[in-house]
């Protein structure tokens, strides 16, 4: 079945140091995968999402990510991180029924 | 664009009542609509896919009778937690796809309270 992990469950950076979180996924053919952020009491927010092409996608507030095949990966980086970037951060992938099974969440904390 | 609501986006009810949550696709025309529930500090758990005029496909595990799916309309979908209990109490969360793409927008979600 087509899955996400997400290895970091909580990470704490300084504000205006880069950001990255890793995503892999279990997935036979090739994968639409997804990053959510998740700000508290709320719903997800679209960061940006791969189907084919560019393997470097450009999201919203600055992030990007990078599917990386040879490493089921689609890890999602920021250059500087900003006080507001605080929050729960979601990798998904499409199943074949065209749902969306999601890693557990890394949560990101900035520290001043 | 892309925008999703649902309303109430919180709610208090006492044991045994029913209530009822709206998840509205505000610009676009939702084939598919999905409803989550999430616990605290927890990832998303899909309970229910509703695509427009047809029931509700619910997951393993989830009671279609206590959890009652309506699909009327391309832009709205409604979720009534039937019964409700405190174990019911979580934060549910709705989404919508227009089907074409696979992308899931989602709704700002609710925070059912039940006493």
């Known amino acids: 079945a087509q899955s996400v992990t997400q290895p970091d469950i909580h990470i704490t950076v300084s504000e205006g140091a880069s950001l990255e979180l890793r995503c892999n996924y279990s997935?036979?053919?090739?994968?639409?995968l997804f990053w959510y952020v998740q700000s508290p009491g709320q719903g997800l927010q679209l960061l940006l999402k791969?189907?084919?092409?560019?393997?470097l996608v450009q999201g919203i507030k600055g992030f990007e990510a990078e599917f990386k095949r040879s490493q089921s990966s689609f890890n999602l980086r920021k250059p500087s991180v900003h006080w507001s970037d605080a929050a729960e951060y979601f990798c998904?992938?499409?199943?074949?029924?065209?749902?969306?099974?999601f890693g557990a969440g890394t949560t990101v904390t900035v520290r001043a | 664009g892309a925008v999703v609501s649902q309303h109430p986006s919180w709610v208090i009810c006492k044991s045994g009542t029913s209530v009822k949550i709206e998840c509205r696709s505000l610009?676009?025309?939702?084939?598919?609509m999905f409803w989550y529930r999430q616990f605290p500090k927890q990832s998303l758990m899909l309970m229910a896919t509703?695509?427009?005029?047809?029931?509700?496909?619910?997951e393993q595990g989830v009671e279609k009778d206590k959890f009652l799916i309506n699909h009327a309309s391309l832009t709205l979908s409604t979720l009534t937690v039937t019964s409700a209990h405190p174990e019911d109490s979580s934060f549910y969360i709705c989404?919508?796809?227009?089907?074409?793409?696979?992308?899931?927008?989602f709704g700002p979600g609710t925070r059912l309270t039940v006493l």
């Open positions: 998904a992938v499409v199943t074949n029924d065209y749902k969306l099974s």
């Open positions: 509703s695509n427009e005029g047809s029931k509700a496909t619910y």
């Open positions: 791969y189907f084919s092409g560019d393997t």
């Open positions: 989404s919508a796809s227009a089907g074409s793409e696979d992308t899931q927008y």
């Open positions: 997935y036979g053919a090739t994968p639409y």
């Open positions: 610009d676009f025309q939702a084939t598919t």
